[in-house]
């Protein structure tokens, strides 16, 4: 199997506050993890690839500054929400690609974030 | 951009019945997927159809593709009230390297009663 953790599960912050959601894959190295953004009842929306030692590839109209990505080794990447407001309260998923299985994705459990 | 539409967007079924949603996208792929998620959860791999194939058996799974039309459907047979769950497709581009970035339909929202 491959099994990948997100922590935390769920975050509730002041607005003005910065948040770290860790995504990690426990027993296998991800050649690229994904980070998504998911709106209740609706479809997963990319908002960045993460390759390990290199910079993050943001999708069209996602802030890098805003959303800041770190993939410091083989498995583990960070998702980083600076100075949260409420619009970004949302439920945030990461998936990682494992070598020899390329073509499907693994999910970590997700992180819901409540900006107050 | 999201690619996928998949349809209906919701299914109640009774236990026992089989259900069928589908999936349509605009381009090219190189393959497409299924994709379960039970509520404030992750996502799960079900399975994944080629481009050169038509059809695929996994389990209580079936999956079809017809590349001239653009579209799969998924059959879920004898459901169960376990399968609650959205369900959604995703398609990798053709021509792109392994590894490439899935895109995402709307999902299905189906409700297995018992």
């Known amino acids: 199997g491959a099994v990948v953790s997100q922590h935390p599960s769920w975050v509730i912050c002041k607005s003005g506050t910065s948040v770290k959601i860790e995504c990690r894959s426990l027993?296998?190295?991800?050649?690229?993890m994904f980070w998504y953004r998911q709106f209740p009842k609706q479809s997963l929306m990319l908002m960045a690839t993460?390759?390990?030692?290199?910079?993050?590839?943001?999708e069209q109209g996602v802030e890098k500054d805003k959303f800041l990505i770190n993939h410091a080794s083989l498995t583990l990447s960070t998702l980083t929400v600076t100075s949260a407001h409420p619009e970004d309260s949302s439920f945030y998923i990461c998936?990682?690609?494992?070598?020899?299985?390329?073509?499907?994705?693994?999910f970590g459990s997700g992180t819901q974030l409540s900006v107050l | 951009s999201q690619q996928g539409e998949e349809d209906p967007q919701a299914l109640s079924i009774q236990e026992g019945e089989n259900a069928t949603m589908n999936c349509s996208y605009k381009?090219?792929?190189?393959?497409l997927q299924w994709y379960r998620q039970n509520s404030g959860r992750g996502l799960v791999h079900l399975i994944l159809?080629?481009?050169?194939?038509r059809e695929k058996h996994s389990g209580r799974l079936r999956v079809t593709l017809d590349t001239s039309k653009k579209s799969s459907s998924l059959l879920i047979t004898a459901s169960r009230a376990a399968d609650t769950a959205s369900y959604f497709c995703?398609?990798?581009?053709?021509?792109?390297?392994?590894?490439?970035?899935?895109?995402f339909g709307e999902g299905t929202q189906l409700t297995v009663n018992p």
């Open positions: 998936s990682c690609l494992k070598r020899a299985h390329d073509e499907k994705l693994f």
């Open positions: 027993d296998f190295q991800a050649t690229t």
């Open positions: 993460s390759n390990e030692g290199s910079k993050a590839t943001y």
């Open positions: 381009t090219s792929i190189n393959n």
């Open positions: 159809i080629r481009s050169n194939e």
């Open positions: 995703a398609t990798a581009p053709f021509g792109e390297t392994s590894g490439s970035r899935l895109t």
